[in-house]
């Protein structure tokens, strides 16, 4: 059965620094990679799809790399607006979407 | 831009069944997938399932396989979730969210609606 894991649970960071989040899947996925985030109360927004790929109107400060079994997902600056939680999310033709356990970014 | 609207809060008794509404506006309706999300409290996101409007079949998560309905009305852009044989652990936010890739039920969530909290409680 597929798994993803991903690192670490919570993460504490000053505004400016390089934020990385990693995505680990228990089999080859390709690039089938989304990342998304999501604040308190709200529901989640989607930064990243196809690992690598950056959604409209998202901040170019975001972005994502890697393919098969590894991923990653990095803030190159932090800024406060930016704490949340994240998730990364596979999808295949099973068909399934399978969420990370989510990282919570905190300052 | 597509923008999708939920029904409200619901309470609900062990054993009942739950039926959310997700109005969708905006965009194409028929050719993109409406699924559904559901989050418990403090805790992550799982996908339930979903439907394409335009073939109006359902594709769903192996865990929910036997308690969950997926429905779409085109004349009224409108997608439904029913769940069944509810228990304390289906307390959570239910989200419908639009796949953004055209005819499948998998892929990135580009427009999310806004949660529904479902409590069962007795």
């Known amino acids: 059965d597929l798994q993803m894991t991903q690192s670490p649970s919570s993460l504490s960071a000053s505004v400016g620094d390089r934020v990385t989040i990693t995505c680990q899947a228990s089999?080859?996925?390709?690039?089938?990679l989304n990342w998304y985030q999501q604040k308190p109360g709200k529901a989640p927004k989607i930064l990243i799809y196809d690992a690598s790929n950056l959604e409209t109107g998202v901040p170019s400060r975001f972005s994502g790399f890697g393919s098969g079994k590894n991923f990653t997902f990095t803030i190159s600056s932090l800024q406060p607006e930016d704490i949340a939680t994240y998730y990364c999310?596979?999808?295949?033709?099973?068909?399934?979407?399978?969420f990370g356990q989510g990282t919570k970014l905190e300052i | 831009q597509v923008h999708l609207v939920q029904s409200g809060a619901e309470v609900k008794k062990p054993g009942s069944s739950v039926k959310i509404s997700c109005k969708a506006s905006?965009?194409?309706?028929?050719?993109?997938?409406l699924c559904w999300v559901r989050q418990a409290p403090g805790q992550g996101l799982e996908w339930m399932g979903g439907i394409i409007p335009i073939f109006a079949t359902s594709k769903y998560a192996q865990k929910f396989q036997d308690r969950v309905t997926i429905t779409a009305d085109e004349s009224t852009t409108t997608a439904y979730m029913e769940l069944t044989s509810l228990t304390f652990d289906d307390t959570a936010v239910y989200y419908c969210?639009?796949?953004?890739?055209?005819?499948?039920?998998?892929?990135?969530?580009?427009?999310w609606g806004q949660g529904t909290p479902v409590t069962v409680s007795s």
């Open positions: 905006g965009g194409t309706f028929s050719n993109y997938a």
């Open positions: 089999l080859d996925i390709g690039n089938y």
């Open positions: 999310q596979q999808y295949d033709n099973f068909p399934r979407n399978t």
């Open positions: 969210a639009r796949v953004g890739i055209f005819g499948v039920v998998t892929g990135y969530f580009q427009y």
